[in-house]
């Protein structure tokens, strides 16, 4: 469709997983995986996002995996 917004590959270009917005090449980015947690949601959660847009599922991400190591 002319202006199908959802995620993903907009017109050949990586959107962000957060705010949606396309990322521009000189951009930086993080890519985040929620793997290994048994969780679908977090599987969604998967993906390329803006470096500042990623910083609170970092914090999420590295207290998910701090808690793994104690089989929480």
Same mark, same amino acid.
């Given at each position: 469709?002319?202006?199908?917004?959802?995620?993903?590959?907009?017109?050949?270009?990586?959107?962000?997983?957060?705010?949606?917005?396309?990322?521009?090449?000189?951009?930086?980015?993080?890519?985040?995986?929620?793997?290994?947690?048994?969780?679908?949601?977090?599987?969604?959660?998967?993906?390329?996002? !803006?470096? !500042?847009?990623a910083k609170?599922?970092?914090?999420?991400?590295?207290?998910?995996?701090?808690?793994?190591?104690?089989?929480?």
């Open positions: 469709m002319f202006l199908d917004l959802k995620s993903g590959d907009h017109w050949g270009d990586p959107v962000c997983k957060s705010c949606k917005l396309v990322i521009a090449p000189a951009e930086p980015t993080e890519v985040l995986k929620f793997d290994g947690h048994n969780d679908q949601q977090l599987d969604e959660m998967t993906g390329l996002y !803006h470096a !500042h847009c609170p599922y970092l914090s999420i991400l590295r207290a998910l995996n701090a808690l793994g190591r104690f089989g929480l």
